[in-house]
């Protein structure tokens, strides 16, 4: 069955630098998602991506997250600048159509920011 | 801005007993979609209800919608240990020209007891 990959499975990084988390969304989706949640808490949205290019991004997601499609199969999240408060899981989902299909996510990116 | 909250947020309950949990969002929709958590994993789709009315089922879980209401539920039917989990509800805006994204509610952790 396919599924949405994502690496790491867990990243331990310094305050103030930059991390790269990757995602391989499954192949026929045509948008693309990051959402995170900080642990115990509720599932946030960050940034949604079509067409390559940013679709719609939330409060969140300022100017230190990037996100880019670099090549036909991966989709990655770039923090530039880590701070203490972006510890958190971060999901990526894909999804085929907008109208009347769910979202299928990855199994998840440990981030602890140290 | 679209408000989802569920409740209860924690839910201990027996195995072999029923209860139902609610999803209440603040702006109009028909989309909602139903997902299941285990700790420290993803989100698992469990439903996609699509219109006024809709209702799932699978094995103990079935899942309605009523959009006039904005209120979803998630009825648990002699519960067993294996559904101890954490459920969210995420409502889909389906604006026409964005990717959509979902906007997740609070959870409710169910804990199912012997």
């Known amino acids: 069955e396919p599924e949405v990959t994502q690496t790491p499975s867990h990243q331990v990084t310094q305050m103030g630098q930059e991390v790269i988390l990757r995602c391989v969304p499954i192949?026929?989706?045509?948008?693309f998602y990051w959402y995170r949640q900080i642990l115990g808490q509720k599932v946030e949205f960050l940034v949604s991506f079509y067409n390559n290019e940013i679709s719609e991004k939330s409060e969140i997601f300022d100017d230190q997250f990037s996100v880019e499609r670099p090549d036909g199969s991966n989709f990655t999240l770039k923090i530039r600048s880590t701070k203490l408060e972006d510890s958190a899981m971060y999901f990526c989902a894909s999804r085929a159509r907008v109208y009347n299909t769910e979202a299928f996510f990855g199994q998840g990116t440990r981030l602890t920011v140290v | 801005e679209l408000k989802v909250e569920q409740n209860p947020l924690f839910l201990s309950m027996q195995e072999g007993k029923n209860y139902t949990i609610y999803c209440n969002y603040s702006t109009t929709s028909d989309r909602l979609y139903w997902y299941r958590q285990d700790p420290g994993k993803s989100l698992e789709s469990l439903f996609v209800?699509?219109?006024?009315?809709a209702v799932k089922q699978e094995g103990r879980l079935m899942a309605s919608l009523d959009t006039k209401a904005r209120l979803s539920t998630l009825h648990i039917t002699a519960a067993v240990h294996d559904l101890s989990a954490t459920y969210f509800c995420a409502v889909d805006m389906g604006k026409t020209g964005t990717a959509s994204k979902l906007t997740f509610g609070t959870g409710t952790r169910l804990q199912v007891t012997l």
């Open positions: 192949s026929n989706h045509l948008y």
């Open positions: 209800l699509l219109s006024n009315g």
